[in-house]
């Protein structure tokens, strides 16, 4: 009983009066030994003391100009009208059917050979080509993608088989 609570206030023994201790609610301020260093960091929220021009500048009025067509003028001749009599030039180009008249030469060919890859591959191309065209027969060209990957797949078959055949000869 001789030992002190740190907690509770100087004075106060929370055993003999039956009243729950409160903490000391008091700040003291630091003693005259601690000094602030001049380089050190504000703290936040504290006071600048250097801003001493207002963030924008006044800002001048000045008269409004109307500008825009003369309400009181008489109608005057446009500078510019578009014609009906040009024809506008339509994209006649077809792609799909050289791509599926490639495919089907490709996979004929792949049938027998396999250096008909590059005809394939072309064909496969412009199959793709004529599936991103909005104007091209999209039936005609998915023939076109598929006979062209056949043909692809074939001719690699051939070129496979070729290539075990040179393996066994050296």
């Given at each position: 009983?001789?030992?002190?609570?740190?907690?509770?206030?100087?004075?106060?023994?929370?055993?003999?009066?039956?009243?729950?201790?409160?903490?000391?609610?008091?700040?003291?301020?630091?003693?005259?030994?601690?000094?602030?260093?001049?380089?050190?960091?504000?703290?936040?929220?504290?006071?600048?003391?250097?801003?001493?021009?207002?963030?924008?500048?006044?800002?001048?009025?000045?008269?409004?100009?109307?500008?825009?067509?003369?309400?009181d003028?008489?109608?005057?001749?446009?500078?510019?009208?578009?014609?009906?009599?040009?024809?506008?030039?339509?994209?006649?180009?077809?792609?799909?059917?050289?791509?599926?008249?490639?495919?089907?030469?490709?996979l004929?060919?792949?049938?027998?050979?396999?250096?008909?890859?590059?005809?394939?591959?072309?064909a496969?191309?412009a199959?793709?080509?004529?599936?991103?065209?909005p104007?091209?027969?999209?039936?005609?060209?998915?023939?076109?993608?598929?006979?062209?990957?056949?043909?692809?797949?074939?001719?690699?078959?051939w070129?496979?088989?070729?290539?075990?055949?040179?393996?066994?000869?050296?």
């Open positions: 009983m001789g030992r002190e609570n740190p907690l509770t206030p100087a004075g106060a023994d929370s055993a003999s009066s039956g009243e729950p201790a409160t903490p000391r609610t008091s700040v003291e301020s630091p003693s005259g030994e601690v000094e602030r260093p001049a380089g050190s960091a504000r703290l936040p929220g504290a006071r600048r003391d250097g801003y001493t021009k207002l963030p924008t500048g006044p800002v001048g009025i000045e008269p409004v100009v109307v500008s825009g067509p003369d309400v003028s008489p109608p005057r001749e446009p500078d510019w009208e578009p014609t009906t009599a040009t024809v506008v030039a339509v994209d006649d180009t077809r792609l799909a059917p050289w791509a599926l008249m490639a495919a089907i030469v490709a004929g060919a792949s049938l027998f050979v396999g250096w008909a890859i590059p005809i394939a591959v072309v496969v191309i199959a793709v080509m004529s599936l991103r065209r104007v091209e027969s999209r039936a005609m060209a998915r023939w076109a993608l598929v006979l062209g990957l056949c043909a692809t797949v074939y001719s690699l078959g070129l496979v088989w070729a290539g075990m055949q040179f393996e066994r000869l050296g």
